[in-house]
């Protein structure tokens, strides 16, 4: 029914940028047996990420906790 010529066809009319293939380095940088949590391995931006992500799910628990008691205990008029 569809031909193809093998090649990708791309969406906009600029060339496709090539980048390089880094999966074999983040390979050996994240099985690296250096005592590190795998979640901190990948530097300053993988820390702030996982306190950042933390922190709104700490805040986020909280906050449901406190609007189910709020509907559980409603006030009285």
């Keep these: ?9 791309t969406i906009s009319s600029s060339a496709r940028r090539q980048v390089d293939n880094m999966v074999k380095e983040k390979q050996k940088l ?15 931006k993988d820390a702030i990420l996982y306190r950042l992500t933390m922190a709104l799910t ?7 906790v406190y609007e ?10």
């Design 68 to 77: 189910l008691l709020n509907a559980a205990m409603p006030k009285k008029a």
């Design 1 to 9: 029914l569809y031909k193809s010529d093998g090649n990708p066809r």
């Design 30 to 44: 994240f099985q690296a047996d250096n005592g590190i949590p795998v979640h901190l391995k990948g530097g300053a």
């Design 58 to 64: 700490v805040f986020g628990s909280g906050f449901v």
